[in-house]
């Protein structure tokens, strides 16, 4: 059967393609009102452009290809966060706080999880320019809003930070593949297997990384990381960071993570995950990766996020469905192509009937019929095709 798509792709039928536009719409307004503006970023570069910068996981996930024209290989974007901070970097190249928002497909080799489509809608902002936890913060409302604006508003938010993580490896003086093994353990939860490799560190490092897998719940993670954890600058201000991010969404169900290492190689501070009930994966990813910049000559600071649309929309319980009106065929009816055109400059969606076509047509609701001189809009209750 040559029509069946390869597995994790799938086409978007028209419910579902409405669901995502009219979120899509809504959601690059919402920036927009923020001060977020639009970039459009190809989907193909050369290979060498698009991970510039990036961790050596986005190239596992980007699909490659020869380039006809030039001969050099193309990849075909996995992730649209580094365009951005291209864009951002090398093309805008402005002074002080530049705020950017996207929404574009993106393609993986392989999907992300179990659940996940191989060409994530990706949607996102990005703020470039600041380096203090108000910019982090800003990230952090305008997701919650995203999420309130996809009627999700019961979402738990995950806060950790890679500097405690780095600040830890740093003191031990952990050689590079001794480094990649504690990484793997923590991302893996394998704490026996950690437990092995840290106990050969110097202490209390290594028993401060080992620690840092069984640091996780609420608020009161923090104090316990305070008294568990060395004193060492970079840790306090880590932990500060987390601390002042937290209090200030004080209505958000809010969880501590000091193992979350997702994109280890990629961020630089404070990073969050969003989850929400029904769905086994995080909804959104977001946090700090100032170092991004530096590889397009300019280094900047830049904290952000980014979800899939296309999930995002699925979850969704916003009203994508509107009203449309089936009207007969106006060929030789002027006063109704004139009543037709009245409609759709006011914004009705009316479907007109071909010369000979009998019923209505999903998805109409309702329909215009003619009462004497006049045409009228009538609801009707049952649609036939």
């Not at 649209?80 to 402005?94: E, F, G, K, S, W």
Request: glycine share 8%.
């Amino acid at each position: 059967m040559n029509w069946l798509l390869p597995e994790h792709l799938a086409d978007a039928l028209p419910q579902e393609a409405m669901r995502m536009e009219v979120l899509r719409r809504c959601l690059l307004d919402l920036f927009k009102t923020r001060g977020y503006e639009l970039v459009m970023p190809p989907l193909l570069e050369y290979l060498e452009s698009l991970l510039t910068g990036a961790a050596h996981d986005l190239d596992l996930r980007t699909c490659k290809l020869a380039d006809q024209l030039s001969g050099r290989t193309l990849g075909v974007r996995a992730d649209m966060t580094p365009q951005v901070a291209r864009i951002d970097a090398h093309l805008l190249n402005r002074e002080g706080v530049t705020r950017l928002c996207y929404c574009g497909s993106t393609l993986h080799a392989r999907p992300a999880s179990l659940v996940s489509s191989r060409e994530p809608i990706q949607l996102g902002a990005e703020l470039f320019g600041y380096t203090g936890w108000a910019a982090d913060r800003e990230i952090l409302r305008l997701l919650a809003e995203v999420l309130a604006a996809a009627d999700l508003p019961d979402f738990r938010l995950d806060l950790g930070h890679v500097g405690i993580f780095r600040a830890l490896i740093e003191a031990a003086r952990a050689d590079t593949e001794t480094g990649k093994a504690i990484l793997s353990c923590l991302r893996n939860k394998d704490e026996p297997e950690l437990a092995a490799i840290t106990a050969g560190l110097p202490q209390p490092f290594g028993e401060a990384i080992l620690a840092l897998s069984r640091l996780y719940g609420g608020i009161e993670t923090l104090r316990e990381a305070r008294q568990i954890l060395p004193d060492l600058p970079p840790i306090a201000a880590s932990l500060d960071t987390l601390a002042c991010l937290a209090d200030s969404v004080p209505e958000w169900s809010v969880t501590i993570d000091l193992a979350d290492l997702r994109g280890y190689h990629y961020h630089s501070g404070a990073v969050f995950a969003a989850y929400v009930p029904g769905y086994p994966a995080a909804i959104a990813l977001g946090g700090r990766y100032d170092g991004v910049g530096k590889s397009f000559g300019r280094a900047r600071p830049a904290t952000g996020f980014s979800l899939d649309l296309r999930e995002l929309a699925r979850l969704s319980g916003k009203e994508s469905r509107q009203d449309a009106i089936f009207a007969p065929s106006s060929l030789h009816l002027p006063e109704l192509a004139e009543k037709i055109a009245e409609l759709r400059k006011a914004g009705e969606i009316v479907v007109e009937c071909l010369p000979d076509e009998t019923g209505a047509i999903d998805p109409c609701n309702k329909r215009l019929v003619q009462r004497g001189r006049d045409w009228i809009i009538e609801a009707t209750l049952t649609k036939t095709s």
